[in-house]
């Protein structure tokens, strides 16, 4: 018989308790037991800024839950560039690959908590669970509807539109109540996944700062001044 006690009642010494997005992701579907269960196969740990978590070609080995920070996914091409393929943000988890190997590389962006798991040991957890099974495969068809969307923003928009458009994700991602972004990526980091020059993306920003659309204040903290505005520049309705 499955416990009465759900993860948002969970007591205070339960090792999750503490934890601000559980019930973000897949871990609301588990009961106070199955959580504590789980939660034993990973511990939490801490990774400082810009470090790896596994690199591209390395054997697929560990899975993360991302509890706060934020980290990115990329590709080297053969030519030597590089394809930021996409960032993760508190809830998001990573590391599960189709095959043996990684296909990407993941790295931090900032100093970042999250959950770590052996692949094996997780696999195993979900298996035995179908309401877990299925909000991982709920997650894993958004994750395929936003690279659907980066396809579009790659192939059919140009530099502003691609910036618009990124804005208007981070803002529903991580942005505040006051229409504020704290942006942990750089502008690098941007062109690599909007598929332009660095160059490119700091001018598309001075662009909405002199058009009064956005404001950019310190700690790389972006203000959406005119959300409309912005809305209408992704979209392409403002040719």
Same mark, same amino acid.
């Given at each position: @018989?499955?416990?009465?006690?759900a993860a948002a009642e969970l ?49 697929? &080995? ?11 996914? /990329? ?23 189709a095959g043996d190997e990684h ?6 962006? &900032?100093?970042?908590? @999250? ?13 035995? %669970?179908?309401? @877990?099974? %299925?909000?991982? /495969? ?46 942990? @990526? ?12 660095? &160059? ?40």
């Amino acid at each position: @018989m499955r416990s009465v006690l759900a993860a948002a009642e969970l007591p205070v010494d339960h090792p999750c308790a503490a934890c601000d997005i559980r019930l973000r992701t897949f871990c609301k579907t588990l009961t106070a037991e199955e959580l504590r269960r789980f939660k034993a196969d990973g511990p939490t740990v801490t990774v400082g800024a810009r470090q790896p978590l596994f690199h591209e070609g390395d054997p697929a &080995e560990l899975v993360f839950n991302l509890i706060s920070g934020s980290a990115k996914l /990329y590709k080297l091409l053969p030519d030597g560039r590089r394809q930021v393929t996409g960032f993760l943000f508190p809830g998001d988890f990573l590391g599960v690959a189709a095959g043996d190997e990684h296909a990407f590389t993941a790295e931090t962006l &900032e100093a970042s908590e @999250m959950c770590r798991f052996p692949r094996h040991r997780f696999e195993a957890f979900i298996e035995a %669970r179908p309401p @877990m099974k %299925r909000e991982l /495969y709920r997650m894993a068809m958004h994750e395929l509807a936003a690279a659907r969307q980066q396809m579009v923003l790659l192939g059919r928009k140009n530099a502003p539109e691609r910036l618009a458009s990124f804005l208007l994700l981070l803002l529903g991602r991580i942005g505040d109540a006051a229409d504020r972004i704290a942006l942990p @990526m750089n502008r690098t980091d941007i062109a690599d996944y909007l598929g332009l020059t660095k &160059e490119t993306v700091s001018r598309a920003f001075t662009a909405f700062k002199s058009a009064g659309t956005i404001r950019l204040l310190a700690g790389d903290v972006v203000e959406i001044l005119d959300g409309a505005r912005l809305e209408t520049i992704a979209s392409g309705a403002s040719h």
